[in-house]
């Protein structure tokens, strides 16, 4: 059976800001988790949401079959529509024929935005709709088993409570990134710190770029581990000398 399960985005991130009219590619990068390779001319379909001028089935760039156990970058050029507001498109494998579909659904989800208007953390925050959305699309390509499949429709299972709490921190951590915020590590830390104080988060962030001396300032003092130093730094509201003393309390244990 043919198979295949997303690995990670290369190019575009969920909640991309771009202007209208924007061309721009859009690259995930997939696996091939089943026993026997794909096919000499796999393409990629859309099954559904915003098409973004894209044509309905896009070759891969690579002629060869994709071997079992092999990752691939699968691309397609799109344009951002004319209107503002937040689009998604679905996608999926297909053969050289476009007869059956295999594999977990992809998509690409961007905010269409102003780019002479000035940044509003309001009209960067997702609303309950697109967070209930995103929520229900990562169930489905968490419980999708990534082999064939001819229904493109959502599957009846509800939204596991686990992801669906989850979802803020996934919409919170796509609007940080989208604002230029992309060390993800970090991200994740303010997030849980802080929650759904989108504020919060970006000042934590930002102020991190102030703190270029006090980081400099550890390392050279023996604490190599930039991630948790930053971490501690942020926790510690700037201050040098509470970071090393939780570090060292740290190391003590």
Not at 6 to 12: E, G, K, L, T
Not at 214 to 227: K, R, V
Request: some cysteine; proline content about 8%; hydrophobic content about 40%.
């Amino acid at each position: 059976m043919l198979a295949a399960r997303f690995v990670s985005d290369v190019a575009i991130f969920d909640g991309t800001q771009m202007a209208p009219g924007t061309k721009f590619t859009k690259i995930w990068r997939l696996k091939n988790t089943g026993e026997v390779p794909w096919p000499p001319g796999t393409q990629i379909i859309f099954v559904g949401g915003d098409q973004m001028g894209a044509a309905l089935t896009v070759p891969l760039a690579r002629a060869n079959p994709v071997q079992p156990g092999e990752e691939v970058d699968v691309s397609v050029d799109l344009i951002a529509p004319p209107e503002h507001g937040r689009y998604v498109g679905y996608w999926r494998l297909t053969g050289p024929m476009g007869r059956r579909k295999w594999g977990q659904r992809v998509w690409t989800h961007i905010h269409v935005v102003d780019p002479q208007a000035p940044i509003s953390v309001e009209a960067s925050m997702p609303t309950d709709k697109e967070i209930e959305e995103m929520a229900q699309a990562a169930s489905d390509r968490e419980n999708d088993d990534g082999g064939e499949e001819d229904d493109d429709a959502p599957p009846p299972w509800p939204v596991p409570v686990a992801l669906a709490e989850a979802a803020p921190a996934v919409a919170m951590a796509a609007t940080l990134g989208a604002m230029g915020f992309t060390d993800t590590e970090m991200v994740q830390y303010v997030v849980e710190k802080n929650g759904a104080d989108l504020d919060a988060c970006a000042r934590d962030l930002a102020s991190l770029g102030g703190w270029a001396e006090g980081l400099t300032d550890l390392l050279e003092m023996g604490f190599t581990d930039s991630a948790l130093n930053a971490k501690l730094m942020i926790k510690n509201g700037g201050s040098v000398k509470n970071t090393v003393r939780d570090l060292v309390a740290d190391s003590a244990q």
